[in-house]
């Protein structure tokens, strides 16, 4: 073969790979991605998450807290707990600093964030 011929042949070559990878991506992406959204937003984990956020301001104003400050504390504490939110804030603005205030959190089944040791 010819330079030019073997350039060519291994572009072929590239673009069927490519295409096998598009086919598998096309055919696994939107399942693990319908797993993920599904396991962070089930049922019993939004009931979790609402119960955790009603006693995070019902401690506020048992503290003494007047209600326009407990409900402000009472919304940052929600969009904390948000990882979906969280990342895709970072995803977008570009600054990926942010994740490594993420690397010592893991998340259990249940949903809620541990700090790891």
């Known amino acids: 073969m010819v330079n030019g011929d073997k350039m060519d042949e291994d572009d072929r070559k590239d673009v069927e790979e490519l295409k096998e990878v598009m086919s598998t991506l096309k055919e696994t992406v939107p399942d ?3 797993g993920i959204v599904d396991a962070l937003y089930s049922a019993q984990n939004a009931e979790d998450f609402g119960k955790q956020v009603a006693n995070f301001y019902k401690s506020m104003i048992d503290a003494g807290m007047d209600k326009k400050e407990a409900f402000a504390l009472t919304k ?4 904390s707990r948000d990882i979906v939110g969280v990342v895709k804030k970072m995803l ?10 993420l690397k010592n959190i893991k998340i259990n089944i249940n949903g809620e964030e541990e700090e790891e040791d």
């Not at 940052?76 to 969009?79: G, V």
């Open 32 to 34: 693990l991605i319908k």
């Open 76 to 79: 940052q504490f929600m969009d």
């Open 92 to 101: 977008s603005s570009g600054d990926l600093k942010d994740l490594k205030d």
